[in-house]
């Protein structure tokens, strides 16, 4: 297992496009969270899936924001219409639940800048 | 107000020192987490704590649970350490997200 992987790495996108972000988490992890980074800020929690289920979404997420798990293995996060105020660093981490001594696995992130 | 509170925000030492960084969280919380972010952006777990201390090569974590504090710290350390250090807490709800603090951003000079 190569670890959690994130596609793209970075994206460059026009005001008012649509992006979508994938993630390859862990293959046995059931667990996958999706979190914003902005600049010179900690991590903000976005939405978390157990398996196919989406069990929790913030209130950072807006209507323009979608996620999906379908099968249970890897994950999109798309933003529609997007608005310059969301570019950011977004960060996709792994777990299995109930929670493993390893924690949670991290991927390198999609940087996205809205120009 | 942010939950989890680090300092310091910045920090630079000279290749070699002893470092500390602390974090301070608030309610009750079943694990605490270390994270390492370099530049280029991607995380790598260090610690995941709920008591006492754990040691990886020259890292060392602590816990207080009592009193809602934790340090890392890095003996001996090396301009490669040089990176944002995260923590972040488990609330441990059903849920399982982090909540994470600002982060420290350390710089190690030769």
């Known amino acids: 297992d190569t670890g959690v992987s994130q596609n793209p790495r970075h994206k460059i996108t026009k005001r008012g496009q649509n992006v979508t972000f994938r993630c390859d988490p862990i293959?046995?992890?059931?667990?996958l969270y999706w979190y914003r980074q902005t600049l010179g800020q900690g991590p903000e929690f976005l939405t978390y899936?157990?398996?196919?289920?989406?069990?929790?979404k913030s209130r950072l997420l807006s209507d323009r924001f979608s996620a999906e798990r379908p099968k249970g293995s890897f994950s999109t996060l798309e933003i529609q219409r997007t608005e310059q105020g969301d570019s950011a660093m977004y960060l996709c981490?792994?777990?299995?639940?109930?929670?493993?001594?390893?924690?949670?696995?991290f991927g390198s992130g999609t940087r996205l800048t809205v120009v | 107000k942010n939950e989890v509170e680090q300092s310091p925000q910045n920090l630079t030492a000279q290749e070699g020192e002893f470092i500390t960084i602390n974090c301070s969280y608030s309610?009750?919380?079943?694990?605490l987490h270390w994270l390492q972010q370099h530049p280029g952006g991607g995380i790598v777990s260090l610690f995941m704590l709920s008591s006492g201390k754990k040691k990886h090569g020259r890292l060392i974590a602590t816990i207080n649970i009592q009193e809602k504090h934790s340090s890392l710290h890095i003996t001996a350390s090396h301009p490669r350490d040089s990176a944002v250090y995260i923590c972040a807490v488990d609330y441990g709800g059903s849920q399982g997200n982090l909540i994470f603090g600002k982060g420290t951003k350390l710089s190690v000079k030769p």
């Open positions: 309610v009750g919380i079943s694990a």
């Open positions: 899936f157990q398996n196919e289920a989406q069990l929790e």
């Open positions: 981490a792994s777990s299995l639940y109930p929670r493993a001594s390893y924690g949670y696995t």
């Open positions: 293959s046995e992890h059931n667990r």
